[in-house]
């Protein structure tokens, strides 16, 4: 099995500033970061592995991919950056395979960001009283750019409880699961799905 990076970085950036960069998940797949600087802060020089980074402030929801590199993260910004910095450390496990893409059958509210060979970044979109409709993800990191409220409805018929805060990072497993939003506003996340 061919690892896309090494586990263990000399330049660690949680080490070097651990005041910006605190880790949110850490398992065999993947590390998240919470990245925060101050306006005009720059980060230290560190190397890192491939990553997703999720904006959570500033431009809330974009997300973009990049390889491994030496680099130093600097917000230009007037305002405080928020980031989640997916990790990618070897191929994830195998997966369930998937065949009910919410990209396929809910175009509306699915929407892919970028899809290369290792990740496929999708926003999700639900409108108060919006169901989306029975569908799969493999493993995932999901970021929730909005507050939100909503029932999930899984396949082995269980339902669960989700409120969440804008802001928040979560781990899952490959799911199955109908989705209901119950809030009173517009739910937008992130899920950054591992291939």
């Not at 990790?87 to 065949?99: A, D, F, I, W, Y």
Request: hydrophobic share 35%; charged share 25%; aromatic share 6%.
């Amino acid at each position: 099995m061919l690892l896309l990076c090494a586990p263990v970085f000399a330049q660690d950036p949680v080490e070097l500033n651990p005041s910006s960069y605190k880790v949110e998940i850490d398992n065999a797949w993947v590390r998240v970061l919470r990245l925060n600087l101050g306006p005009h802060q720059k980060g230290p020089k560190h190397s890192h592995p491939p990553e997703v980074l999720v904006w959570i402030t500033q431009q809330p929801g974009r997300t973009s991919y990049r390889p491994a590199a030496v680099d130093v993260d600097t917000n230009a910004s007037d305002t405080p950056l928020e980031q989640a910095v997916i990790e990618l450390k070897q191929k994830p496990p195998t997966s369930t395979r998937v065949g009910l893409d919410p990209v396929v059958i809910d175009p509306k509210y699915h929407s892919v960001l970028f899809d290369n060979p290792y990740v496929r970044a999708i926003r999700t979109v639900l409108e108060p009283g919006i169901k989306s409709p029975l569908h799969e993800h493999p493993h995932y990191v999901v970021v929730y750019i909005t507050e939100l409220h909503t029932t999930m409805k899984l396949g082995d018929g269980r339902e669960v409880d989700n409120p969440r805060r804008a802001g928040e990072i979560g781990w899952r497993d490959y799911m199955k699961h109908e989705t209901l939003n119950i809030g009173k506003a517009t739910a937008v996340e992130i899920q950054v799905e591992l291939k």
